[in-house]
C-alpha cells in the first residue's frame, strides 16, 4: 500500500486518515481539524490498530498544539494536557496509543512559545510517523526469516499496512516473506465482530497480489487439525512481561496452535511493551452491544439478553514461540526477569 493510514495535511494544517469502517466497499480520507473529531475517529475504529494509533495520538497532540495559541506557556501547556488526556481515554487496551501522545506531549514542555511548541510538536509527531514505517520494516525482515520458503500463514484481526503507518507488523512479515522471494499464502481469520481480518487484511494483501482467503474465526482450529496452517502471525496491542494483548480470538489461535504444533509469532514494535505491568494490570476494553447484537438492522440477540463484547484478551508467553521486534526476535522459553531485561536492554 502506497497510502499512509494517518498523516499531516501540510495544506490544511490538520489530521488525514482512511476511513476504515468504509473498507472494503469505500475506499476514502477523512479530516480531523478537531481533537473532538479525532477522538470520535479512534472511538469509532475509523483509524485503529496499535501502532497507527501511537501515529494518530501523537499527530493528535500537535492539533492540539497547533490549536491553542494561549501566550501564557502554563495555561497553554494545561489545555494541550487536557486534550491529550482526552484522546488518551478514548481506547484502553493499546498502549501505543498513550506513547505516542506521551512523547510529543514531552517535547514540547521546555518550549519557549506556542508557536515554537506547536513546531516541535508536529516535528516529533512526524518522526513517530517515520520511525514507525523503519521498524515496520525491520519486524518483517526479522520475521520472515522464521517462515518456510512455502507456507500458509494464520492471521487474526489486521496488522497490517492500516494498523500502522504504513507496511505493517504481522502483515509487514508477510509482505517481507514474499519480497524475498517466499511463496506465502494467507487464511485472514474473520474476526468477529467488527471484521477486521475479512473487511481490512484481506483487502490489503488481495490489493498486493498475495493469495490470502478469509475463514470464520471458529474454522482455524479445523484447519489446523487438518495440517493446513504452517504458522500463526499475529500483531499486539500491549505486551506485559507476562502475556501478550491483541484482538479478541487470539488467545484461542494461541492455544490451538499449541495444540497442534505449529508455531505462534507476535510481530510488534518495542513501543508496545509495557514490561512493568501484569496481565492482570491491563484494562480490556469493551464495546457496545450493538456491535454483538445487530447486523445492519437484522437483530441478531434477542433485547432480553446481555452480551459479553471483550475487543481484546491476553495470550501468556508461555504460548508464543517467539515475538519478532525491530530489535530483533525474542525467542521462547521466556522467564519473567528475562522479559523484563530483555525491556532494559531495547
Ligand atoms: O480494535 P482494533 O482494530 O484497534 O484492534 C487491532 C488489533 O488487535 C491488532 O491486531 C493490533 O493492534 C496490532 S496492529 C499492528
Not at 515496520?136 to 487474526?156: D, M, N, Q, S, Y
Not at 473487511?199 to 487438518?226: G, Q
Request: net charge negative; proline share 3%; hydrophobic share 40%.
Amino acid at each position: 500500500m502506497d497510502e499512509k493510514t494517518v498523516y499531516w495535511n501540510h495544506d490544511t494544517g490538520s489530521i488525514n486518515l482512511i476511513e476504515q469502517t468504509a473498507l472494503p466497499a469505500d475506499y476514502r480520507t477523512v479530516n480531523c481539524k478537531t481533537i473532538e473529531r479525532l477522538a470520535e475517529a479512534i472511538r469509532r475504529l475509523e483509524v485503529r490498530g496499535a501502532p497507527a494509533l501511537g501515529v494518530a495520538g501523537a499527530f493528535g497532540v500537535a492539533l492540539s498544539a497547533s490549536l491553542h495559541d494561549d501566550s501564557n506557556m502554563d495555561s497553554f501547556l494545561r489545555l494541550v494536557r487536557e486534550d491529550a488526556e482526552y484522546l488518551n481515554s478514548t481506547r484502553p487496551t493499546a498502549v501505543n496509543l498513550s506513547w505516542g501522545i506521551n512523547r510529543v506531549y514531552e517535547s514540547i514542555k521546555d518550549s519557549s512559545s506556542p508557536k515554537e511548541a506547536a513546531e516541535i510538536a508536529l516535528h516529533e509527531a512526524e518522526s513517530i510517523a517515520a520511525e514507525d514505517e523503519m521498524m515496520c520494516r525491520k519486524i518483517g525482515e526479522t520475521g520472515a526469516k522464521f517462515l518456510p520458503e512455502e507456507c500458509t500463514v494464520l492471521t487474526h484481526c489486521n496488522a497490517g499496512a492500516l494498523a500502522c503507518y504504513t507496511w505493517g507488523t504481522a502483515l509487514g512479515v508477510i509482505r517481507s516473506a514474499v519480497e524475498a522471494g517466499k511463496n506465502v499464502s494467507v487464511i485472514s481469520c474473520e474476526t468477529r465482530p467488527l471484521n477486521q481480518g475479512s473487511r481490512l487484511t484481506a483487502w490489503e494483501l488481495s490489493r498486493d497480489n498475495i493469495p490470502v482467503k478469509t475463514i470464520t474465526d471458529s474454522c482455524a482450529a479445523f484447519l489446523m487439525k487438518r495440517g493446513e496452517i504452517d504458522a500463526v502471525v499475529v500483531g499486539a496491542d500491549r505486551i506485559t512481561h507476562d502475556a501478550v494483548f491483541n484482538k479478541i480470538g487470539t488467545y484461542m489461535h494461541a492455544v490451538c496452535a499449541k495444540h497442534h504444533d505449529i508455531p505462534f509469532y507476535v510481530a510488534a514494535p518495542t513501543s508496545t511493551f509495557d514490561a512493568k505491568l501484569s496481565e492482570k494490570d491491563v484494562v480490556i476494553e469493551e464495546r457496545d452491544r450493538s456491535e454483538l447484537a445487530k447486523c445492519g438492522e437484522r437483530l441478531l440477540i434477542p433485547d432480553s439478553v446481555d452480551v459479553l463484547n471483550y475487543a481484546f484478551d491476553s495470550t501468556p508467553v508461555e504460548l508464543v514461540s517467539a515475538i519478532f521486534t525491530e530489535k530483533g526476535a525474542i525467542r521462547a522459553p521466556y522467564s519473567v526477569k528475562e522479559i523484563l531485561q530483555l525491556k532494559v536492554s531495547i
